[in-house]
T-cell receptor, first 112, second 111 residues
C-alpha cells in the first residue's frame, strides 16, 4: 500500500525567509496530493493541493511542486510570517478507495 | 454554512463505560472518516465509509465501531473505552474529489 514520508519533523526559520517541506510517496498510482495546516488546538485545514497532471501550483505565498518520476512533492512558503507557525501535513491519495495516506507532520516555527 | 460537526467537543469518562461521538456533515459528501491524533504520531485513520452502509477499517480500528445508516452521520462508538484511547479525535468528510473537511475535534480522556 501507499506510504508517505515527510521531512523535516521540525523546521525553524527566520521571519521573512522561505520554508520548504518535502514528502515522498511510494505508490505511483497516487494522483492527488493535498497539504493541510493545523494550528495549535484547531482542526487541520486544506491550504493547497495538486493533482498528478500538474507539476506546480501556486497560491500567493504558498506553492506546491510535484515530481512524479521521483515520487516526491514539496510545500514552499515564501516571506514567512508569524501566523505561518503551525504543523503542516502532506498526504497522498492512491484513489483506489478515496483514502488519504498522511505524512507524520512538520512543526514549522517562525522566529521573530 | 457548509460544515462538519462533532459532539461532544470534550469528554472525560471512565474505563468500560460505553460512549458515542457523533459526526454530522451537511455537504452531501459520500466519504467520511475518523482519525485519532496523538502527540508525535500525526493523524491515524480509525475507520472510513465510502457511502451509506459501506464501512471499512483504517490503520487503528481495534476498540472502535462505526455505523453509516444515513449519508450525513457517521458516529464513532467505543463499547468499552480504555485509557489508551485517550486522544484527540477528528471526523472528516469529502466528495470523491478527495478534499477532506475536518470537524472541530473531540478531546477524549478515559480514566
Amino acid at each position: 500500500g501507499e506510504n508517505v514520508e515527510q521531512h523535516p519533523s521540525t523546521l525553524s526559520v527566520q521571519e521573512g525567509d522561505s520554508a520548504v517541506i518535502k514528502c515522498t510517496y511510494s505508490d505511483s498510482a497516487s494522483n492527488y496530493f493535498p497539504w493541510y495546516k493545523q494550528e495549535l488546538g484547531k482542526r487541520p485545514q486544506l491550504i493547497i493541493d495538486i493533482r498528478s497532471n500538474v507539476g506546480e501550483k501556486k497560491d500567493q505565498r504558498i506553492a506546491v511542486t510535484l515530481n512524479k518520476t521521483a515520487k516526491h512533492f514539496s510545500l514552499h512558503i515564501t516571506e514567512t510570517q508569524p501566523e505561518d507557525s503551525a504543523v503542516y501535513f502532506c498526504a497522498a491519495s492512491p484513489n483506489s478507495n478515496y483514502q488519504l495516506i498522511w505524512g507524520a507532520g512538520t512543526k514549522l516555527i517562525i522566529k521573530p | 454554512e457548509a460544515q462538519v460537526t462533532q459532539n461532544p467537543r470534550y469528554l472525560i469518562t471512565v474505563t468500560g463505560k460505553k460512549l458515542t461521538v457523533t459526526c454530522s456533515q451537511n455537504m452531501n459528501h459520500e466519504y467520511m472518516s475518523w482519525y485519532r491524533q496523538d502527540p508525535g504520531l500525526g493523524l491515524r485513520q480509525i475507520y472510513y465509509s465510502m457511502n451509506v452502509e459501506v464501512t471499512d477499517k483504517g490503520d487503528v480500528p481495534e476498540g472502535y465501531k462505526v455505523s453509516r445508516k444515513e449519508k450525513r452521520n457517521f458516529p464513532l462508538i467505543l463499547e468499552s473505552p480504555s485509557p489508551n484511547q485517550t486522544s484527540l479525535y477528528f471526523c472528516a468528510s469529502s466528495t470523491y474529489t478527495d478534499t477532506q473537511y475536518f470537524g472541530p475535534g473531540t478531546r477524549l480522556t478515559v480514566l
